[in-house]
């Protein structure tokens, strides 16, 4: 199974990384926003070396819509009731500049960019749409109202932000990791304060950035409490609708709808890792219903981090680990999540203050009922029987039928029949 993506892109190869060796920043994963935060430190002179377990974009990131939008579902709402004006202010225009920041660096590289309008909307409440609009407008932004929308998903109307985005990531990625200091095959076992052992020696670095996916490192930071994984599915259509826009159900387990090239990309069939969930099948259930012409060509799945309070995850892996940082929870937004990741870091490294470094600061208030599930899920895995356990932390592991693979409901790792490792955070393979 391979993403539309992965299938239309030739790839290069990197070296893996032999002996032992230093540098000022080492960076763990080589996804986008690994990929982002080596370009930004290259740009502005700083030592570093990125490795990478497997190869490049070979995770969520190769298996993403790719839709770079600072529209996150209904978020403003949200954000203007927990946290007030200021915060949901500082949340729009950070993914703004992030957004800006595509749209520079995408101008002169063959990556398939267009602009679209993204919609997000609602199928139950039309309060819904009238909450976020109000909070939209209260911090200073216009979005519009949109009704009779062309997709078949029985909506009542949708908030509409103008002149979004969309392309294809790894077209832009490997072109922009074309020329950077990337290591692939090269496995962090584990760390010794700021040094990774690695399968074949040490790197010894005087600054850590972890863009794992979801952050390995156990002892700091407590982002096994702080994160769940989400697994979603997609598959592309032929003959099946011009949608002409971006489309996402503001639910987690709705569809959402775009097109590439002459494709239509339905996605959805979300549940949360080790549960579950409707999977490619409810897609096909909705694709043979509404385009009963239609062929699949593609289909694949994509698995997200998401945090407690819908804000990612950028900065200080903890506070009592100065040299060491860390990027994710990106909660299925992670084009534009990414590269605020990466402009922030850079920043961080560079020494340079940034007015978004509190907003997504990882130490932050974690109080939130979010917690309080993700606790009881732990233990409740972690006392049911079970003869496979993940070496993560000890918890059962359920059979996924749909992807045949042994799923982890605790923190998301995942592990194929033979028992190799797919998705972290579990850091090697089950035992025999």
Known sequence: MKSLWNETVTRRDFPTLEGDTETEVLIIGGGIAGILTAYFLKENGVPYILVEKDRICGGTTGNTTAKITFQHGLIYHKLLKSYGPETAKMYLQANRAAFEKYAELCHDIDCEYEIKNNYVYVTDDRRKLDEELEALSNIGYNAMLASDLPIPAGTVGAVCFENQAQFHPLKFLL???????????????????????????????????????????????????????????????????NVGGMYVDEAKTGFSFRNYGGLLLLGGGGHRTGKNGGNWQELRDFAKKNYPGAVEKYCWAAQDCMSLDSIPYIG?????????????????????????????????????????????????????????????????????????????LGCALKWNPAEHSWDCACHGSRFDESGRVLDNPANGDLAK
Not at 351 to 361: C, I, M, P, T
Not at 375 to 386: C, Q, R, V, W
């Open 316 to 392: 200080k892996y903890s506070k009592n680990t100065p040299n060491l940082y860390v990027a994710g929870g990106f909660n299925k937004w992670g084009m534009t999540g990414a590269m605020t990741a990466a402009m922030l870091l850079c920043d961080m490294v560079c020494g340079r203050r940034s007015d978004f470094e509190e907003l997504f600061d990882p130490s932050r208030n974690m109080i939130r009922w979010q917690l309080l599930i993700n606790g009881f899920e732990s233990a409740k895995n972690l006392l049911t029987p079970s003869r496979k356990r993940c070496p993560h």
């Open 175 to 241: 072109s922009i990791s074309k020329n950077l200091n990337i290591y692939e095959h090269t496995f962090v076992r584990e760390m010794i304060d700021t040094a990774a052992v690695t399968d074949c020696g040490k790197i010894n670095a005087d600054k850590v950035i972890v863009t794992t996916h979801f952050p390995f490192i156990n002892k700091h930071g407590g982002y096994f409490m702080k994160l769940y994984q989400h697994r979603s599915y997609v598959i592309a259509l032929e003959n099946a609708q």
